[in-house]
T-cell receptor, first 112, second 112 residues
């Protein structure tokens, strides 16, 4: 059974700092990994999708990497801003189940 | 183009009642998945539909059911509501199920 872990559970940084969020998964037979952002009480916003054949994806100040062999992904946020404050979730798609397995998220607070 | 639309946004129901939630996917997307999000369990997969067929079901009791219509819109139904069913119910659409998932804003269900 696929398990996804995100560390740390919460992170507080001053504005302008670069930061890394971590995601690990137990079964490396994945077809993709997706990073999401969730604001309180809201739905999930897709940030980046990495296919299993890719090593990284970039969008603006965000960069996500994937190392299938070690079961790890990182989300790098450059020059953080208060508007980046949210919960960040990673989810892996694996097997024939066509479902995403989510980590418990990292709650990020960027202090002005 | 329009995103994933979930209705209603908020619901308050009494124990023992039943409820139906609706999800309209992004135009052209044929896969619709449902997830339950609670503070204690995080995001858990309920089921996935593709071309009106349920392809996969999560580990939830039979009180949770769903269907998909020919226009890809989906509904989920929960019968005999319990207090523990209080949660944010999220719908995701994707082209085929293995591709990028886009989520709606969710339906907040409170059972009293």
């Amino acid at each position: 059974k696929q398990e996804v872990t995100q560390i740390p559970a919460a992170l507080s940084v001053p504005e302008g700092e670069n930061l890394v969020l971590n995601c690990s998964f137990t079964d490396s037979a994945i077809y993709n990994l997706q990073w999401f952002r969730q604001d309180p009480g809201k739905g999930l916003t897709s940030l980046l999708l990495i296919q299993s054949s890719q090593r990284e994806q970039t969008s603006g100040r965000l960069n996500a990497s994937l190392d299938k062999s070690s079961g790890r992904s990182t989300l790098y946020i450059a020059a953080s801003q208060p508007g980046d404050s949210a919960t960040y979730l990673c989810a892996v798609g694996a097997g024939s189940a066509r479902q995403l397995t989510f980590g418990s998220g990292t709650q990020l607070t960027v202090l002005p | 183009k329009a995103g994933v639309t979930q209705t209603p946004r908020y619901l308050i129901k009494t124990r023992g009642q039943q409820v139906t939630l609706s999800c309209s996917p992004i135009s052209g997307h044929r896969s619709v998945s449902w997830y339950q999000q609670t503070p204690g369990q995080g995001l858990q997969f309920l089921f996935e539909y593709f071309s009106e067929t349920q392809r996969n079901k999560g580990n939830f009791p039979g009180r949770f059911s769903g269907r998909q219509f020919s226009n890809s819109r989906s509904e989920m139904n929960v019968s005999t509501l319990e207090l523990g069913d209080s949660a944010l119910y999220l719908c995701a659409s994707s082209l085929q199920g293995y591709t990028e998932a886009f989520f709606g804003q969710g339906t907040r269900l409170t059972v009293v």
